[in-house]
């Protein structure tokens, strides 16, 4: 079962029905608390366990925030990018983490110091290339997301135990309606052309990764940052 949601149940809907296999629609505001806890309720009432939870949401493009230098910007600018990018991904952690210590407890039946651990569940959190390379522009989101590899790894120290593993998948030009809508075809060509492959990557070669790193394949490895950008970021 994947649940899909944003804080729109018409966009969340028409992104389900795009999926295969067994998929539902809810809506959560991810800067709000309350939002997450309900939100979270909904999901419990129904399957009563979290196995993969997915932090995505960002901040919509917003030029006038994006082409600022960090002299120019505002705390309130800032402040609105961090309660999506980061407090937000923050809040879905806080949330979740209990419910996959849950599912450790009902599996475990004796830690095993060589070999796995059943229960537990992955977190992925997307950030994304300037969090790890800098960048001219953009800070808040660039501070916003650099703040999520950090949740990742924290997250992997703390609740590896639990058989909870955490990612980061830090994003070059994934052409997505909501990018490739806000530059000009000058700019998608020149993207594609710094990146040594050549090309935008697309959401599906994301969505592959995240899959195969929800899965038992990746067992022993946690906290890490996977960079999907054609060969730019090199870590
Ligand atoms: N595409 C790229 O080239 C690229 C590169 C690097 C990183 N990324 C990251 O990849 C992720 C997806 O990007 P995208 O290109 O697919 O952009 P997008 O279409 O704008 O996706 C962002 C999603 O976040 C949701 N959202 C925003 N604020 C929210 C809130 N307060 N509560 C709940 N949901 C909220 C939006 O849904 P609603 O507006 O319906 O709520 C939207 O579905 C983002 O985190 C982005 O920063 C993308």
Partial sequence: MVIVCSRNLGQSKAAATRLKGTTLALEVDITDGSSVETFIKAVLNRYQKIDILINNAGYAYDAKIWNKQIHEGSDEELEKIIEVDLFGSMRLCR????????????????????????????????????????????????????????????????????????????????????????????IIIKAALGSPMKRWGKASEVASIAASLADDNFSYATGNTIVIDGGTVLI
């Fill in 95 to 186: 949330a979740v983490l209990p419910i996959m210590m849950q599912n450790s407890s009902n599996m475990n039946h004796g830690s095993n110091i060589i070999g796995g651990r059943e229960g537990g569940g992955v977190i992925i959190n997307i950030s994304s290339t300037p969090a790890i390379s800098g960048r001219v522009g953009g800070f808040p989101y660039s501070i916003a997301k650099s703040g999520n590899i950090t949740l990742t790894k924290c997250i992997a120290k703390e609740y590896s135990r639990f058989g909870i593993r955490a990612y980061t998948l830090a994003l070059g030009n994934i052409a997505t309606p909501a990018t490739l809508d806000s530059v000009t075809e000058q």
